[in-house]
């Protein structure tokens, strides 16, 4: 018999999951909408072309690929002549390429990119859009990382001002607040300034890759780590470059800019780095959300090749990845049109925010401790199931959540029932109470019982 | 360049769609869960074994499948050895369950049945879910047919009442007449009647699931075209249920069910599903949602395999297919557990319903003509960027939905733009008004404009 299992890195969410889930995402798209973000949904799979090239080496094998379909397939799969020959040989050696036209959304910033070249008319100016949806990837399961998870993503598109920076932040931090976290931090980096900190450390711009990706683990392996990674990879300037992070560090910001400031010289677009950063800390300095958790991290490096300016990053002490990061890509979306639009945005990982609010018990009550229904109406006999569905149809337009035990059966048991669903309320409807245009209804929780008319129902229930 | 559609059979969804959708969709939850139905979400992809086998044979063709990756992959599509021969034919003629280890959801049931065998232990005896979630077919696009669609399934689990059957089909009539339909039709039939039907008509039963298909397209080809399908698959018996079909169509359903139950004399499980459909009709004959829309209709065979008892489906006179359909399939579950158990369900689809929706114009004003934000702020220049975010921040902490023109600009662009997205207020801060305390308020639908202090603006804006 096959497994009863989800597919490996995949989860079913049973109710109590969903429920969480939803209320979450109910949040992040009040907040979201409360800064005029409009709602965008795009399709689980694109062209496999649209997402080719996009996400680097590592995203190229990440992805699921969808298998060709019919005839497309078999031209692939199946053998055309009998002869044995160069032919055969040629055609063993199957590339994927040839045997998948589409792959599964890998983000939500790509398929943003191509909905904004595609509709670039009908789209405002300035497009200001959340997108709340699953992406998968097929990297190796462990805890909690799933090769399905949802992003909930908020992107301004059109405008190069840091006016977006500081808002997206700001509607960050309002949703983290709303949740409940009260210690967050919001790192915040530029990829202009963090080119110049390597180019005036003696880096060679050819090492710029390899040494992003060192930087970005200092706090996970620290200064000698990084150095390490950096002789592995015969990189010089480290030294140079580590006592810099350091020395900024532990200093206020507005001197560690100064410092950075020093580093970078006259390096153009580090100093424009500089600036922007400077910037969105004045912009975002009187915001409600934003206090004392913005901080400018030059180490933060981010993985992903398309950011081309600001790079940010939500931590919690007692999560070791992020609990979302964005950043400016002003590149991206001319690689689908003719033309270059700059655009920002901000990406939250929805399993992250549930693991923290899980271990810390974040969720309110209602949501915790949520039941199927209001009150669960009992069926007495074959002959009252009307009287029992007429009941719940009542109780139902005056707006209860209302359930029936699915036959007649032992009182015993339909409570029973009742109880192992956590319903708080039971209506009895056996036949005095119908004669007499009444009905029992026991409190679960208290086991009180009490004989009333049908129409007071919703009254008690309510109190 | 890559083209920017999406790929074949799907679409994106702009942020007009998107409310559109959550509109229908927040309808549907609501109603499901005020019947005490609990929400469920399955992952996209499930392991191709659990999927194989449950649709027929359309269904194995329309499924799409996602490659095996890495070395598994590399395993079946790379030359091992450098010789010809024996092995290098038999490793071209390549079969797709070579290829393929995951394939993405086909539809809610068959899932559904998986988690409940699943999770046997740890879901209460009856469980009732509902599950709104896309699903892809790699079907031929046509007009209203999609390779990814929603559908809204509801489904009750362990129990074989008909009590079940009375619910589910006054749920679905309660979210229809929530949303506004009125001339829907819900169709009732039972495959064991069927079955009876097909054998008091003669009809040989290894020709059952033929019969079927052709008399499922009565009410598309009419009596002449079944006749002629029976006639091409060497059907005979035709004229006889045709007939009979013909005589209780035009009847009363009490009249009706006394035609049928002659018609299928003693075959015990024909009076049985008669016997079903009978108390499905009294149990809803009060039930406020259902009153003349609820008929039986014995040419009604709904497509699906798994199905054993009740059919359902519902239609609407200006759509040619189904809103939805449903049944109940007792033998499902049992395919992935040790355990057979009873279950019944209905699958509304969402595409079909916003179709007829859009054409009816029967969208509620504030979701049609709805706006990305209540109010727009100008940015008056760099200087007074800050006062323009502060005032952002109190308009959102006091409930509105505020957009801020993202860099300082002429008034007169920021007022196109404002009138493009279509929101209904502007707020001009300019230096005069920030000195003042004050904000000129623009309704963009009248022209009005007025000064006043920044604490009114929510009070002029709401009312």
Known sequence: MATTNPARGTRDFLPADVRKRNYVIGIIKDVYESYGFEPLETPAFENLETLTGKYGEEGGQLMFKILKRGEKLAEVTKLRSPEVGEETLELRNIETSQLSDLALRYDL?????????????????????????????????????????????????????????????????TILKRLGFDDFIIRLNHRELLRGMLAASGIAPEQEGDAL??????????????????????????ANLLELLQSVASVETASAMTTLSDFVGDHASAQNGLNDLGRILKYSSQLSAISHQLVVDVSLAR?????????????????????????????????????????????????????????????????????????????????????????????????????????PDKLGKQMKYADSIGVPFVCVLGETEICENNVTLKNMRTGEQQTCNRNKVREIIAV
């Open 109 to 173: 910033t790509v398929p943003l990119a191509r909905v904004v070249a595609n509709n670039r008319n009908e789209l405002p100016k300035f497009f200001k859009r959340y997108q709340i949806q699953p992406v998968w990837r097929a990297d190796r399961p462990a805890k909690g990382r799933y090769r399905e998870f949802y992003q909930c993503d908020v992107d301004a598109v059109g405008s190069d001002s840091l006016v977006v920076e500081a808002e997206l932040i700001s509607a960050v931090a």
């Open 213 to 238: 990706v060192a930087l970005d683990k200092l706090d996970k392996i620290g200064p000698d780590g990084v150095t390490k990674e950096f002789d592995d990879r015969g990189i010089t300037g480290a």
């Open 303 to 407: 993985g992903l090749s398309y950011y081309t300016g600001t790079i940010m990053e939500i931590n919690v002490p007692d999560l070791a990845g992020s609990l979302g990061g964005g950043g400016r890509y002003d590149g991206l979306i001319g690689m689908f049109g003719k033309e270059q639009i700059p655009a920002c945005g901000f990406s939250l990982g929805l399993e992250r925010i549930l693991v923290v609010m899980e271990e810390r018990g974040m969720f309110p009550p209602e949501i915790a401790d949520s039941t199927p229904a209001d009150v669960m109406i009992t069926i007495w006999s074959e002959e009252t199931v009307n009287e029992s569905l007429r009941l719940a149809d009542e109780l139902r337009s005056q707006g209860l959540r209302v359930t029936v035990y699915p036959e």
